[in-house]
């Protein structure tokens, strides 16, 4: 079992920056990778960025993340990040990280089902 807890989220204006956390505990060795998804009002939760754990290069992006957003994760605090830059209220929504054990598996790493784990999330909001 894994537990994952998001901390970083807020009420930001537009342009701005927010760098939202991810500690894991549990049995976290067996990490494989880790992401952030996001989930609007009314909206399906949809991937935002991944990066594999064992040593934090594979990194891939959703169109609307790249060039704005970067995921990075640092083992020693078990602990996964997004920085969020030039934000805008299109980025308002709930944050969730998810983690993903063992082995990488063959479905696309984008999808809500390659994760086991998921936190709670944290609120972003991006205010005009």
């Known amino acids: 079992q894994v537990q994952l807890a998001e901390s970083g989220g807020g009420l930001v204006q537009a342009g701005d920056s927010l760098r939202l956390s991810c500690a894991a505990s549990?049995?976290?060795?067996?990490?494989?990778?880790m992401a952030w998804f996001r989930q609007a009002p009314g909206k399906e939760r949809e991937f935002v960025a991944f990066?594999?754990?064992?040593?934090?290069?594979?990194?891939y992006y959703a169109e609307s993340a790249k060039g704005r957003f970067t995921i990075s994760r640092d083992k020693a605090k078990n602990t996964v990040y997004l920085q969020m830059n030039s934000l805008e209220p299109e980025d308002t929504a709930v944050y969730h990280c998810?983690?993903?054990?063992?082995?990488?598996?063959?479905?696309?790493?984008?999808?809500?089902?390659?994760?086991?784990?998921w936190g709670q999330g944290t609120q972003v909001t991006v205010s005009s």
């Open positions: 990066i594999r754990w064992s040593d934090g290069r594979n990194t």
């Open positions: 998810a983690a993903r054990l063992g082995a990488p598996g063959y479905s696309p790493v984008s999808s809500l089902g390659y994760y086991s784990y």
């Open positions: 549990g049995r976290t060795s067996s990490t494989y990778a």
